[in-house]
C-alpha cells in the first residue's frame, strides 16, 4: 500500500487529536509504520485544531504536516466554512464527515467520495457525550478500506479502557455500520 495521509479537523474537546493516534493505532496493529501528531493554535476548547496520520508499508521519514493529504476527517460541520479546509486535497480526496446534512454533490471538486454520519448523534447515543472521534475512525474504516474494523477498535484499546472503552467501540461500530458513503 502506498502510503496514506489522512488530516484532522475538529474542535478542541472533540477529540481530533486522540482520533489522529487511534488510526495510527489501528494502522500499526495490521504492521504498517505510522506517524501521527498534532497541530495546536489557541490552546482552548472549542478552537479549531488540526491532528495528522500517516501510514505506509514502508518507514515513514517524513516529519512534516500533511499538505496533500488522501482524506480530510471533519469533526466539526461548522469548519467546511473554512475556505482553506480543502487546501491540498489530493484530486480523488476522500472526505469523511459529522454531519446531519445530506450532500447531494461535493463540497469541493477535489472530493471525490464522501463518508457521511451524524456522528454526534450517535455519540450522545452510545457515550452520552458530545465526542463523535470513535464513529468517524468506524466511518474511515469502511470509506477507504485503509485499516479494519478489527483493528480500528484494537486501536482503541490503546488509548481508553473500562466502560469509557466499551461505549466508544458500539460508537465505531456504528460509524462502520450506519455511513453512508457517497460517490461522484
Given at each position: 500500500?502506498?502510503?496514506?495521509?489522512?488530516?484532522?479537523?475538529?474542535?478542541?474537546?472533540?477529540?481530533?487529536?486522540?482520533?489522529?493516534?487511534?488510526?495510527?493505532?489501528?494502522?500499526?496493529?495490521?504492521?504498517?509504520?505510522?506517524?501521527?501528531?498534532?497541530?495546536?493554535?489557541?490552546?482552548?476548547?472549542?478552537?479549531?485544531?488540526?491532528?495528522?496520520?500517516?501510514?505506509?508499508?514502508?518507514?515513514?521519514?517524513?516529519?512534516?504536516?500533511?499538505?496533500?493529504?488522501?482524506?480530510?476527517?471533519?469533526?466539526?460541520?461548522?469548519?467546511?466554512?473554512?475556505?482553506?479546509?480543502?487546501?491540498?486535497?489530493?484530486?480523488?480526496?476522500?472526505?469523511?464527515?459529522?454531519?446531519?446534512?445530506?450532500?447531494?454533490?461535493?463540497?469541493?471538486?477535489?472530493?471525490?467520495?464522501?463518508?457521511?454520519?451524524?456522528?454526534?448523534?450517535?455519540?450522545?447515543?452510545?457515550?452520552?457525550?458530545?465526542?463523535?472521534?470513535?464513529?468517524?475512525i468506524g466511518s474511515l474504516a469502511r470509506a477507504t478500506g485503509w485499516v479494519s474494523l478489527e483493528s480500528v477498535l484494537k486501536g482503541l484499546a490503546d488509548h481508553l479502557d473500562g466502560d469509557l472503552l466499551k461505549k466508544n467501540i458500539r460508537n465505531a461500530?456504528?460509524?462502520?455500520?450506519?455511513?453512508?458513503?457517497?460517490?461522484?
Open positions: 500500500m502506498a502510503a496514506k495521509e489522512i488530516r484532522f479537523h475538529g474542535r478542541g474537546g472533540q477529540g481530533a487529536v486522540l482520533a489522529a493516534r487511534m488510526l495510527a493505532s489501528a494502522a500499526a496493529a495490521e504492521g504498517k509504520h505510522v506517524a501521527s501528531f498534532p497541530m495546536y493554535g489557541f490552546e482552548r476548547r472549542g478552537m479549531p485544531v488540526v491532528a495528522f496520520t500517516r501510514f505506509s508499508d514502508e518507514p515513514i521519514r517524513e516529519k512534516t504536516q500533511i499538505y496533500t493529504p488522501d482524506c480530510l476527517v471533519v469533526i466539526d460541520p461548522t469548519l467546511l466554512n473554512i475556505k482553506t479546509l480543502f487546501d491540498g486535497l489530493k484530486p480523488d480526496g476522500i472526505l469523511i464527515l459529522n454531519s446531519p446534512k445530506e450532500f447531494p454533490e461535493p463540497p469541493h471538486p477535489s472530493v471525490k467520495r464522501a463518508a457521511i454520519i451524524n456522528a454526534t448523534q450517535v455519540a450522545l447515543c452510545e457515550i452520552g457525550r458530545d465526542i463523535p472521534n470513535t464513529c468517524l461500530e456504528r460509524g462502520y455500520e450506519e455511513v453512508q458513503v457517497i460517490s461522484w
